[in-house]
C-alpha cells in the first residue's frame, strides 16, 4: 500500500493528485456525509468513515469502491476519536483529508427546548469538531493535509426557533478561521463549507414548520431549491481538490458574503411576524431532535446519560442543512 510519511511529504494538489490518499469523514452514515465518502472513495482516496451508526456505516462503507474502514465513535469523545485516528494510521495510513461533517439539529423555542438536548447540539457540532481536529491534527502535519468543517448559511442569519443550530454553526465557522491561521504554517490549509438548503432527512416536511416555511419562501426563487447530497458532495469534492479556503453549496452563496450584515435583520423581521401569527402551542409540538441521523445520536446519548426526553418531542421535524 502506497502511504504518505513523514519525510517528504507534499500538499496534494495539482502537482499532486489526492489519488492513494486517506480522508477521514465524520457523520458519514447517512446525508452529505455518505455521499461524500463516495465521491472521495471514486476519485481514488481511501476513506475511513465515523459516525455513530455502526450498522449503516458498514453499509455505506461496502458500497465504496476503494479501500474503506468504518469506525463508530462519537465525536463528543476525545478518547474514542484518538482511538479512531490509530486504526486509521494503522489501517490505511495517515490522512490527508479530515472532514468535520458530524451534526445534529434540534428545533423550537428555546424556552421550550430541554437543556441538555440543547448543549448536545453545540457539543456534537461545534466541540466535536473541535475534539476532531485535535485527534487528527498530528496526521494532516505529517501529510501537509486539509481540514474540511462543514458549516452553514445557518451562520449568515441566525433563525428562531433553531437558536443551538445556529449557535453551533457559528461557533464552528469562527473556530475553522482561528484554526486556519495556528496550523497554515505548518502546510496544514484549512477549509469551510457553506451549506444552503440540502435534501437530507434533517429537513424532512419542511414546509410543515410555520416560520421555517416563512423564511425559505421569503428567499429568492434560485435560493429555495434544495440540493441534493450527491450534488452537494460534487461541489464539496471540488473544493477539497482545490485545498479551498471557502466552498461554497451552492457555488452563488459567494455572493452573499458581503451582504451577511443585513441578513439577521431580514431574518428577524421575516420570523416576528410568522411568530405573532402562531400560537404558542403550535410552536410548542415542532420541538425536539430533528432527523434520523439526530435521533440515533440523541437516543444513544440518552441511554449512556440516562437523559429522559421531554413531554411532547417529536420522533421528527424540520431542520435545513443551511439556513
Same mark, same amino acid.
Given at each position: ?43 481514488? =482516496? ?84 473541535? $475534539? ?62 457553506? =451549506?444552503? /438548503? ?19 419562501? $421569503?428567499?429568492? /426563487? ?29 457555488? /452563488? ?12 435583520? =431580514? ?31 440523541? $437516543? ?24
Amino acid at each position: 500500500m502506497d502511504r504518505v510519511g513523514d519525510s517528504g511529504a507534499r500538499a496534494f494538489g495539482q502537482d499532486a493528485p489526492p489519488r492513494g490518499r486517506v480522508a477521514v469523514v465524520t457523520g458519514a452514515a447517512r446525508g452529505v456525509g455518505r455521499a461524500l465518502a463516495e465521491r472521495l472513495s471514486g476519485i481514488g =482516496l481511501r476513506v475511513a468513515l465515523v459516525g455513530r451508526e455502526e450498522e449503516t456505516l458498514h453499509r455505506a462503507a461496502a458500497s465504496l469502491p476503494s479501500p474503506s474502514i468504518c469506525i463508530e465513535a462519537d465525536v463528543t469523545d476525545r478518547a474514542a476519536l484518538d482511538r479512531a485516528a490509530q486504526q486509521v494510521a494503522d489501517r490505511l495510513g495517515p490522512a490527508s483529508v479530515l472532514v468535520a461533517n458530524a451534526g445534529i439539529a434540534a428545533g423550537g423555542p428555546f424556552s421550550r427546548t430541554p437543556a441538555e438536548l440543547w448543549q448536545r447540539v453545540i457539543d456534537v457540532n461545534l466541540i466535536g469538531s473541535a $475534539n476532531t481536529a485535535r485527534a487528527f491534527l498530528p496526521q494532516l502535519g505529517r501529510t501537509r493535509g486539509y481540514f474540511l468543517q462543514i458549516a452553514s448559511t445557518a451562520a449568515f442569519g441566525s433563525a428562531p426557533m433553531m437558536s443551538a443550530y445556529c449557535a453551533s454553526k457559528a461557533g464552528a465557522e469562527s473556530f475553522a478561521q482561528a484554526l486556519r491561521g495556528e496550523v497554515e504554517p505548518d502546510g496544514i490549509a484549512v477549509g469551510i463549507a457553506y =451549506l444552503h /438548503w440540502t435534501g437530507t432527512d434533517m429537513i424532512s416536511g419542511i414546509d410543515d414548520h410555520p416560520v421555517l416555511r416563512a423564511l425559505r419562501q $421569503n428567499q429568492p /426563487w434560485f435560493a429555495r431549491r434544495v440540493h441534493s447530497p450527491a450534488q452537494v458532495a460534487d461541489w464539496l469534492t471540488a473544493g477539497i481538490i482545490r485545498r479551498a479556503h471557502h466552498i461554497y453549496a451552492p457555488p /452563488w452563496l459567494r455572493w452573499c458574503q458581503p451582504l451577511r450584515p443585513l441578513f439577521p435583520a =431580514l431574518v428577524s423581521r421575516t420570523a416576528r411576524r410568522e411568530l405573532r401569527a402562531s400560537s404558542s402551542g403550535e410552536l410548542a409540538t415542532d420541538t425536539g431532535v430533528l432527523g434520523a441521523g439526530g435521533h440515533a445520536d440523541w $437516543n444513544a446519548h440518552a441511554g449512556r446519560t440516562h437523559v429522559g426526553h421531554r413531554p411532547g418531542e417529536q420522533d421528527g421535524g424540520t431542520a435545513p442543512t443551511g439556513l
